[in-house]
Nanobody, 122 residues
Framework: QVQLVESGGGLVQAGGSLRLSCTTS????????MGWFRQAPGKEREFVAC????????SIADSVKGRFSISRDNIKNTVSLQMNNLKPEDTAVYYC???????????????WGQGTQVTVSS
């Protein structure tokens, strides 16, 4: 079975940085795409960023463009989200997501992680 495990969340002051990582097991995502969504209390889950597994193509949400970046390591089966210049509005549970054949921005992804909390204080 497929498992996605996130790590790296925590509490940070506005203007600070965090790096989230997602490690996969159960299968190798050598195709398709992987990325991140987030959900704040009382709000719908929204797309953050994704990356294709067979090409250097990424997509970043306008709300975080210029501050967040996404990268992957196919050998280690990991995908990371570097978050810089964090704002209180970035506070949310961040979820790793993956699909073996589709662009997850077009959704819905087939696989989801359990989520990791990111809290940005003002």
């Amino acid at each position: 079975q497929v498992q996605l495990v996130e790590s790296g969340g925590g509490l940070v002051q506005a203007g600070g940085s965090l790096r989230l990582s997602c490690t996969t097991s159960g299968r190798t995502f050598s195709s398709g795409s992987m990325g991140w969504f987030r959900q704040a209390p009382g709000k719908e889950r929204e797309f953050v960023a994704c990356i294709m597994m067979t090409a250097s193509i990424t997509s970043i949400a306008d709300s975080v463009k210029g501050r967040f970046s996404i990268s992957r390591d196919n050998i280690k089966n990991t995908v990371s989200l570097q978050m810089n210049n964090l704002k209180p509005e970035d506070t949310a549970v961040y979820y790793c997501a993956a699909d073996a054949s589709r662009w997850i921005k077009a959704g819905p992804p087939t696989y989801w992680g359990q989520g990791t909390q990111v809290t940005v204080s003002s």
